[in-house]
């Protein structure tokens, strides 16, 4: 449906205003700021533990890459996906935009396994050490922030499905890409910490 039919039909009210700079952008982007603070503060918290110990980090040896590579990659194209979607929206191409959701959200999901698979793996709990419960706070946010983000993919699909969403009125498609790219960076910023950075700068304490 072209934007001169929106606006000559016969329809129900729109749903969410038109234009990219909407309140619920800046909302999102508040938010984003807001958590980006909260994995930052997290992250300085393993850096700086990991700077006091005299025992090796991580204290149960590397971090195995079986499940988080393979995570990680789903998360990249994940965003592509995203991307994908997002752009058929506003070229009007409804089936690319629900294929983009729907993949978008069944990555997510997968995710969220991958995640499950790796803590099951993991040689320690939460309560093992600091090592412990900030490896698993940090990733279990992560997780939360994820869910969240497929149950709004989830909400979204089903607004396009019902027509609430139209090539002009599609901010809603535009802050939930928002929210879903800054899920994709802070894993990105994870997974070098916890993962990568054993790997490559190995701290064994000082002799």
């Known amino acids: 449906m072209t ?36 994995f930052a503060y997290l992250i300085f918290s393993y850096f700086y533990l990991q700077s006091q110990t005299s025992q090796p980090w991580p204290p149960s040896g590397l971090p195995p890459l079986r499940w988080s590579a393979p995570s990680t990659a789903i998360l990249l194209v994940s965003a592509a996906t995203m991307w994908w979607a997002e752009r058929g929206m506003r070229l009007g191409a409804l089936i690319r935009l629900y294929s983009g959701l729907i993949l978008t959200l069944l990555l997510g999901v997968a995710y969220i396994v991958l995640q499950c698979f790796d803590w099951r793996g993991e040689p320690f ?20 922030h994820t869910a969240a983000g497929v149950l709004i993919l989830a909400a979204i699909t089903g607004w396009c499905a019902l027509g609430y969403i139209t090539p002009r009125r599609h901010s809603a498609v535009t802050v939930v890409a928002l929210y879903w790219y ?10 070098i910490t916890l993962y990568l950075l054993p790997w ?7 002799p």
């Open 3 to 38: 934007a001169y039919d929106e606006r000559t039909l016969p329809r129900p009210l729109p749903i969410g205003p038109a234009g990219y700079r909407t309140p619920g952008w800046w909302g999102v982007l508040a938010l984003i700021g807001t958590e980006a603070a909260v």
């Open 125 to 144: 709990l939460a309560n093992s050490g600091a090592y412990g419960s900030l490896f698993y706070a940090i990733t279990a946010f992560h997780v939360l």
């Open 182 to 191: 800054f899920v994709v960076a802070a894993w990105i910023a994870v997974f």
């Open 200 to 206: 490559i700068t190995p701290h064994g304490g000082p």
